[in-house]
C-alpha cells in the first residue's frame, strides 16, 4: 500500500476520489497523463485496497475506500508521536541557544 502511496500521480488521484467518486475520464482529465497510464495507476490503487470500482453502464466509477487508509494512519501514530517529541526538544535546545546569545 505504501509503494501505491509513494506515487504523487496516484496522490492526486486519491484527493480527487476523496472529494467524490468520478470515472476514468473524470480522473484522466486532472492528469498531464495519458488515459492508459491513468488506467495503470488505477488498476495499482485497486490492487492496494485504496480504491473500488463499480459499473455503471459503460462507465466504471471509481470511489476511495477510506479504511485502509485509516490502518496506515494508525501504524504511523508512534511515529508521530516520536517525531513529535524530538522535535519540541529540537525547539527547546533552539530557544537555549537563543537566550545563551543574548
Known amino acids: 500500500m505504501l509503494q501505491a502511496l509513494a ?14 467518486p468520478a470515472t476514468a475520464g473524470e480522473l484522466a482529465a486532472a492528469l498531464p497523463i495519458a488515459r492508459p497510464g491513468v488506467s ?3 488498476r495499482v490503487l485497486r490492487e492496494a ?3 473500488d470500482v463499480r459499473q455503471d453502464a ?17 501504524w504511523l ?9 524530538r522535535l519540541d526538544a529540537l525547539h527547546t535546545e533552539i530557544a537555549r541557544g537563543k537566550r545563551t546569545r543574548s
Not at 500521480?9 to 476523496?18: A, D, P, Q
Not at 501514530?77 to 517529541?85: C, F, I, M, P, V
Open 7 to 20: 506515487d504523487g500521480s496516484r496522490r492526486t488521484l486519491l484527493e480527487i476520489l476523496r472529494v467524490h
Open 40 to 42: 495503470r495507476h488505477l
Open 49 to 51: 485496497g485504496l480504491v
Open 58 to 74: 459503460q462507465r466504471r466509477i471509481y470511489s476511495l475506500r477510506p479504511e485502509p487508509l485509516a490502518e496506515v494512519d494508525a
Open 77 to 85: 501514530e508512534d511515529y508521530r508521536a516520536l517525531w513529535h517529541s
